[in-house]
């Protein structure tokens, strides 16, 4: 193999599986160098699949602490599902000094990279972090932080595939004055981007929109996705363009009587918004063509009825994390507890994987290394 050439060599180690691939550096210099460089990472992005990871904190007395990156792959069969978690490949973030003792949630995930957002009482900081090359890099403080003046900030992560370039989006929701009257709005709503590279986050001047705290808004299309909170909005929806770095709002499903726990989440490639209501149903609308408003489709609507044997948590939100080839759906709540739903045989299953303080979201691991962006502090876990 050593006499292939680089283009075939490449082609075949971009198949193996990433576990396989990360022994394959250790082999000799030159494949070391073929897999850290660039063009190898672009090659294997296209054929790596989506796996589940789970950010976790295994129990109480462990709420404050980073938590641990946990691998699960999921065995996505036409007659059965399983989840797998690999300890091999878990990153405990808390062997990163400077996550130790605060509170680290993840806000969003794209080509292999997490972007991670440190939000405890003593520190508000932005970290992007590759869990396959064990590396993470500290983004500089933006110009509007978290303090007593905050209600909410919420997040996203995406990717230009114009300018291939990675950023991260963040609106700043300031305090409602005072002296207002319902519905209020927050008196400062500021969004500011980084650009992996650049060293600076850049404003993008004040939003139009005040949106729901969901920490994050899904990626999808070159856009990040977050729900509208004021009601009498036309539409309940609004969308950041990577590329153009404008919000506006976007087409959103037909509204119904009652709406209560509404969130937006990715299936198999289509926006979904999922909402539960008090009459403990739990309904998910899928847009079939994207930016299309007349091709959002209820795709399922779950009765807590079918499972009365599990604690379903159908009075608070539940968010999807993952949706597998026959239809069925890995979700989860906001009080820890993971759910998989089978559309053909009509019933929710408690995987029963993991327990108390986890966030669970799609990831699609890869190479790229963060040591090739200018401008950074990168250290390695």
């Known amino acids: 193999m050593e006499e292939l050439p680089v283009p075939i060599m490449v082609d075949i180690l971009s198949r193996l599986p990433v576990k396989t691939i990360i022994h394959c550096k250790c082999v000799c210099k030159k494949w070391l160098d073929l897999i850290s460089d660039s063009y ?27 938590g641990i990156l946990k691998w699960v792959e999921v065995e996505d069969k036409l007659d059965h599902h399983h989840l797998h978690h690999d300890p091999v490949m878990s990153l405990d973030l808390n062997l990163a000094p ?5 509170d680290i949630l993840p806000v969003g995930s794209v080509n292999g990279l997490v972007c991670l957002w440190q939000c405890g009482p003593q520190h508000e900081n932005t970290y992007i972090c590759n869990p ?22 919420v997040y996203s992560f995406g990717f230009g595939s114009l300018t291939q370039e990675y950023k991260v989006i963040r609106i700043f929701h300031g305090a409602i004055p005072e002296d207002s009257t319902p519905p209020c709005r927050p008196h400062l709503l500021e969004a500011e981007v980084y650009t992996l590279g650049t060293g600076r986050w850049r404003s993008v001047g ?74 403990y149903t739990f309904t998910v609308w899928m847009m079939k063509e994207y930016a299309i408003k007349k091709s959002w489709h ?9 499972s009365y044997d599990l604690d379903l948590p159908f009075l608070e939100p539940l968010y999807i994390i993952k949706g597998l ?53 990168v250290h390695v876990f």
């Open 40 to 66: 190898f990472a672009n090659s294997h992005i296209s054929r790596s699949y989506e796996i589940v990871m789970i950010h976790h904190k295994s129990n109480y007395e462990d709420k404050r602490a980073a």
């Open 298 to 306: 209820k795709e399922l609507v779950i009765q807590q009825s079918i």
């Open 98 to 102: 400077i996550f130790q003792w605060s």
């Open 206 to 279: 004040p939003v139009s929109y005040s949106l729901i705290h969901k920490i994050y808004g899904p990626f999808l299309n070159g856009h990040a996705h977050w729900t509208v909170a004021d009601h009498d909005s036309p539409e309940r929806i609004c969308a950041f363009d990577f590329h153009k770095e404008t919000f506006e709002l976007f087409p959103s499903p037909p509204p119904e009587s009652e709406e209560n726990f509404l969130s937006l989440g990715v299936i198999n490639g289509c926006l979904c918004q999922s909402d539960t209501d008090h009459e």
């Open 325 to 377: 080839k026959d239809g069925t759906i890995l979700m989860a709540s906001y009080s820890d507890v993971l759910f998989v739903y089978c559309p053909r045989r009509n019933v929710i299953v408690d995987p029963e994987t993991f327990d108390w303080y986890f966030r669970g979201f799609a990831y699609r691991p890869s190479f790229p290394r963060l040591r090739n962006f200018e401008n950074e502090r």
């Open 132 to 153: 396959v090359t064990r590396e993470y890099m500290i983004l500089p403080r933006p110009r509007f932080y978290k303090d007593n003046l905050a209600i909410s900030i």
